[in-house]
Structure formats: structure tokens, C-alpha cells
């Protein structure tokens, strides 16, 4: 994807925003490769029998996406950071349901180190659901480390868009992200 093409979805968010799904529709296929890049390693991470494919997490998030009536978009960075928060939500309602299903059975894990893309976690893998209720008991006395851990690990972003969706500095998320990746280690394991 070219800069400029970035430049121009960003734009098409700006100019219009009493048409989100338009503009919706034409962001997509700027950041579908993408979307679905990070969906792919994401679900690599995941059980080898996981049903859900990369593809159709990417579907599924568009079209969560695509009612959500009261956003209006900004840029590259904000549309992924909902993307990631939908892509959570699909990913952790995925793996209650099969939690339901198996009760104990079986766990859907996942790579916390994921979001720095190291090749191995130091703590090895946790717990989907797990993480989720960690991450909603972090935000309760730090939401924004609890946001920047969601933005890094769910949507795939870099610390600087990370920055620019919580309109902070690019230090200020490499802070947050230590401090929650230490917690999220100490609680987890």
C-alpha cells in the first residue's frame, strides 16, 4: 500500500463523515491485506484445529464494523484500533463458545509476546479468555495501558500509531506497554 493511497482513505474518512459506511467501503480494500496479515498471524498463534480462518475474521470484523453508526473516522491508525478492538471481541466470544462447548476441555492459547513478534514468549502461552479478563482488570486502574496493550496485541500496531490513536507520546505507549506486559506476566503466570 502506497503512502499516498493511505493518505487518500485518511481523506475519504475526513470529507464525509455523515456517510460512515461509504467511506467504510472504500477504506476496506486499502487495509484488507493488511487486516488480514495480522488476522493470519494471529490465528497462527492459536490451537492448530482452530476453526475460525483468517478471512472470516476479517469479515466478521467489517461487518461489526460497519455498524457502528457513531464513529467518525479519522485516520489509518484509528480505524485499527477499532479493528482491534472488534477482532478481540470476536476472538475471545470465539473462545468462550468453544469454552461452552468443551467445558475445560481444551484452552485457546495465544503468544503475549505476539505483539513485539518475538519468536518466544518468556511465559510461554496463556489463556485467550484468561487474558481478556486480565486486561479488563488492568483497565479498571489503568485504562490506557490496558488500551495500549489492545491496540499492540490485537490490532498488530506500532507504537507510534498506538500514540497517535491515544493522542500520546511514542514513549509514553513504550511506558504503558512495559508496565502492562510486567503485570500482565505477574498476573498471568
Known sequence: MTEKKTADSADSFKNAPDQPR?????????????????????LSLERANHTLQPTALVHEAYL???????VNWQNRAQFFAVASEMMRRILVNHALERKAKKRNEGKT???LDDAE?????S????????????LKELAEFD???????ELKFFGGLTNEE?????????????????????WLIDKLT
Open 22 to 42: 461509504r467511506n467504510l467501503d472504500d477504506f476496506l480494500p486499502l487495509v484488507y491485506d493488511e487486516l488480514k496479515r495480522i488476522a493470519a498471524y494471529k
Open 64 to 70: 461489526r464494523l460497519a455498524t457502528q453508526h457513531s
Open 109 to 111: 492459547y495465544v503468544s
Open 117 to 121: 513478534h518475538a519468536a518466544a514468549s
Open 123 to 134: 511465559i510461554g502461552e496463556i489463556d485467550l479468555i484468561f487474558l481478556d479478563d486480565a
Open 143 to 149: 485504562s490506557q495501558a490496558a488500551r495500549v496493550v
Open 162 to 182: 498506538a500514540a497517535e490513536v491515544l493522542s500520546v507520546s511514542d514513549s509514553t505507549v513504550k511506558r504503558d506497554w512495559r508496565m502492562a506486559r510486567a
